[in-house]
């Protein structure tokens, strides 16, 4: 069946640089594609999205990249703080006549080192 | 201030006996929706609901009811709870939009034990 799902299960990255936390997805009629992060002990927390017709966004420090050929996605975060320590989450959503499927995908550990 | 609440936080029960879990958001938003998340399987839809009266099934909706009866309210409901219903719960909401995503907004969540 179709499926969204993140390469690696964590990821340690050192104070001050660069993440990139990868995805793949399988279903080609996906209408957006959405970055989630969830901190310990809370609910997930929304960080950026990307409509299927595009294939860059930025916000605050993150970068969502999408390449539509490969079906892949990713979440580069600037300078990650230790504020940035947590589970992210990709998910992709299906939008068929009004109604909206979200599939989420199964989760990277961002570790981020002093 | 914007949130979504669920009641309990923490439940532990018994097999078979009926629950409600509770959900409330204060955005006026249409969209609601409940998630599951058990380790290593991230997080699955449930029920989700676009407006009042207008609900849906999502990945697993087996063993749960749902129902919205009011904008603001999106209850779970466990008819005869199994142990393999044993996880933490999800509530979300978020306002529709015809040119984009909508942003779904969490709450807290509920941590579920069914012995």
């Known amino acids: 069946g179709e499926s969204v799902g993140l390469h690696l299960p964590t990821l340690s990255v050192q104070e001050g640089d660069n993440s990139i936390i990868n995805c793949a997805y399988s279903n080609s009629a996906s209408d957006y594609f959405i970055w989630y992060k969830q901190e310990s002990g809370k609910g997930p927390q929304f960080i950026i999205d990307i409509r299927s017709n595009m294939d860059k966004r930025q916000g605050q420090r993150v970068t969502v990249l999408l390449n539509k050929t490969v079906k892949h996605l990713s979440l580069q975060i600037a300078a990650t703080q230790p504020g940035d320590s947590a589970v992210y989450f990709c998910?992709?959503?299906?939008?068929?006549?009004?109604?909206?499927?979200?599939?989420f995908g199964t989760g990277t550990r961002l570790t981020i080192i002093p | 201030e914007a949130q979504v609440t669920q009641n309990p936080r923490y439940l532990i029960t018994v097999t078979g006996k009926k629950l409600t879990v509770t959900c409330s958001q204060n955005m006026n938003h249409e969209y609601m929706s409940w998630y599951r998340q058990d380790p290593g399987l991230g997080l699955r839809q449930i029920y989700y609901?676009?407006?009042?009266?207008?609900?849906d099934k999502g990945d697993v909706p087996e063993g749960y009811k749902v129902s919205r009866k009011e904008k603001r309210n999106f209850p779970l409901i466990l008819e005869s709870p199994s142990p393999n219903q044993t996880s933490l719960y999800f509530c979300a909401s978020g306002a529709l939009h015809r040119e984009s995503y909508n942003e779904q907004f969490f709450g807290p969540g509920t941590r579920l034990t069914v012995l």
């Open positions: 609901s676009m407006n009042v009266e207008v609900t």
């Open positions: 998910a992709e959503i299906i939008a068929n006549f009004g109604n909206e499927k979200l599939t």
